[in-house]
């Protein structure tokens, strides 16, 4: 599709026919024979002097030249440009930064996931399988991470220690392959909830090149199922910090409430690092419960995001200023050659008569 990007140059088109009325003609002068007694002879012809000035005139091809040659300066002068396919652009809705704990206690096998088989007579039975709580993790973030279109996904690991295992990013494919790679352990043994929390904070500040994203659409969505061992940074303290830079966590408990010891789970802790952000504490010792906690996110923090559409511009202004100065060119050259054909005409025809 073609645009102009200054039509109103088109104004210009009848520029040289409004010249060729207004302004006189361009005169020169040149040396003349002198009759001394040419009065004598007007009066003898009795006729009246006529003017001696002669107008240089375009022929028809000449003067059709001519006008495809400016009819192309003021189109290059509108400054054509070709619009390409439409192309939208999505920008970020928000930031979610999901904390995973790979502390021993997550290979405990006690999430029970159904399955649907055909018997002999088509009739669909359910049958129960048992998976590990980081499986049954793995599994729910696939599903959740297809539904957050427009967002930015992070991943940290935690247990002894919290690293960063996917900094933010909207491939959500690269960011589930990386999520599959974790493995009990790889983190240690310990559940430091509140480091964890520490470096999702320190790794959701505003950075200069994050201008589409604002604060208020950071969240966090941490998953343990412990209480926290002597973290360099107490939770509580971590959420208080979290929310002062408008951080939102929600706190997903998994596992059974009724373990006692060192795996018991805090829920009073948990509960409160959600209330201090503004989030939410859920619990789920099954898949069906933790499908039914990221629904529920979900619902709190709707993957809405802005996009826009654009079609790129590209300029071909070149275009008719090439095709101008090709016409030209061609006229210039078709002028040379006649000329040089008519001076070599005058010789050719003077030897013949003379041998004649």
């Not at 040149?30 to 012809?45: H, R, S």
């Not at 929390?197 to 994203?213: E, R, V």
């Not at 059974?256 to 859920?282: C, K, R, Y």
Request: net charge negative; proline share 5%; aromatic share 8%.
């Amino acid at each position: 599709m073609l645009e102009f990007t200054y039509p109103f140059m088109a104004l210009l088109l009848p520029l040289p026919w409004l010249i060729n009325y207004f302004v006189p003609a361009f005169k020169i002068q040149q040396a003349a024979i002198k009759v001394p007694f040419f009065n004598v002879i007007q009066d003898l012809l009795k006729s009246s002097p006529n003017s001696a000035l002669q107008y240089l005139k375009p022929t028809k091809w000449q003067r059709c030249a001519l006008i495809c040659v400016w009819l192309l300066l003021v189109i290059a002068m509108c400054k054509p440009v070709m619009l390409g396919e439409p192309q939208t652009r999505q920008q970020v809705g928000r930031d979610l930064m999901v904390v995973v704990d790979l502390s021993g206690s997550m290979e405990t096998t006690d999430f029970s996931i159904t399955k649907e088989s055909k018997g002999k007579h088509a009739n669909q039975l359910a049958t129960a399988e048992i998976i590990s709580r980081l499986a049954a993790v793995k599994r729910v973030l696939s599903d959740f991470a297809m539904q957050r279109d427009g967002d930015r996904l992070g991943l940290i690991l935690f247990g002894d220690a919290a690293y960063l295992q996917a900094p933010f990013t909207a491939d959500h494919q690269s960011w589930l392959e990386l999520l599959n790679e974790a493995q009990v352990g790889m983190a240690g043994q310990s559940t430091h909830i509140g480091d964890a929390l520490g470096l999702a904070i320190k790794l959701m500040q505003p950075q200069a090149s994050d201008k589409a994203t604002t604060q208020k659409d950071k969240v966090v969505i941490l998953l343990t199922d412990g209480n926290d061992t002597d973290s360099s940074v107490p939770p509580i303290e971590a959420a208080k910090i979290a929310a002062n830079k408008e951080i939102t966590v929600h706190v997903i408990a998994i596992g059974d409430p009724l373990t006692v010891g060192e795996q018991a789970m805090d829920m009073a802790t948990i509960e409160s690092i959600a209330t201090i952000t503004g989030g939410q504490a859920f619990q789920a010792i099954s898949t069906s419960e933790l499908n039914d906690v990221y629904r529920q996110i979900s619902e709190l923090e709707p993957a809405n995001f802005a996009s826009f559409t654009y079609q790129p511009k590209q300029s071909v202004h070149y275009l008719p200023i090439a095709a101008a100065i090709v016409i030209y060119l061609v006229v210039y050259v078709l002028v040379f050659f006649r000329r040089f054909i008519q001076s070599n005409k005058a010789p050719v025809t003077k030897n013949k008569q003379e041998e004649l």
